[in-house]
């Protein structure tokens, strides 16, 4: 199976997990351990390094170094350009690492992307050295423009966050891949179930980003195990190249040649 690319480094992992949500600091190293992903996601707005105390910023910072993943710091909770760039500044000179996952909320009910301001914000964060993977609904023309930035990275929702509806628009997914095959295209949002993973894997994206679809779970730590089994199948039924579809049944096993039996 082919490695994921995050602007040139090169992961055999193809699920991105999150670090909130979970029942406990333990619950949450033991699932994404389970999970196999090799970049976790964190958020400066809901952890401060730097706090102190039992349950702070900083003994969470630490459980998260220990675990030796490529750190992907976001912009959660931002509603504009200054607001979201001043918080991805901190990211990087707090967390070490020009990464960003760039969040702008545009509407506090379904926690939309704000696609005007996204694009700002993310042509800001380009000239100032950050490599942007872009949280965007799946509009064609939204992406269009964060790819002509120069994003090699872009996050499409399947839903809004949070929701567990899977890919919601087929259509508008597809779209958003072919029209970029060569852009790296995780799925971000709204992933409920191992089988959502695995359609939108089957469609071609390149990698899923998770967390409250297994922080979520009865069983984090198993469900965490279930998507990393569902990405993987998904992205090597992909590779495989599936069978089109026809209107019309065929049989399996071959007629020609073979005799008729029939009862006297």
Known sequence: MSCLDIYGTKLDSRMMIGSALYPSPKVMQESIQASGAQIVTLSLSRQNPQASGISGGENFWQLIQSLGLHLLPNTAGCHS??????????????????????????????????????????????????????????????????????????????????????????????????????????????????????????????????NTAIAHAQNPQLMAQAFKGAIEAGRLAYEAGPMAQREQASASTPTLDTPFWHSA
């Open 81 to 210: 350009v200054q607001e979201a760039v001043t918080m991805a500044q901190m990211s990087r000179e707090l967390f070490q690492t020009d990464w960003v996952k760039l969040e702008l909320v545009g509407d506090d009910f379904n926690l939309q992307p704000d696609p005007i301001d996204l694009v700002r914000a993310t042509e800001q964060l380009l000239k100032d050295g950050f490599k942007v993977l872009p949280y965007c609904t799946d509009d064609l023309v939204i992406a269009r423009h964060l790819v002509e930035l120069g994003c090699k990275v872009i996050m499409p929702w399947g839903s809004p966050i949070g929701t567990g509806k899977g890919i919601i628009n087929p259509y508008a997914t597809q779209a958003i891949r072919d029209r970029f095959p060569e852009v790296t295209m995780i799925i971000d949002s709204g992933i409920g179930t191992p089988s959502h993973a695995m359609q939108a894997m089957e469609m071609g994206v390149d990698g899923i980003l998770l």
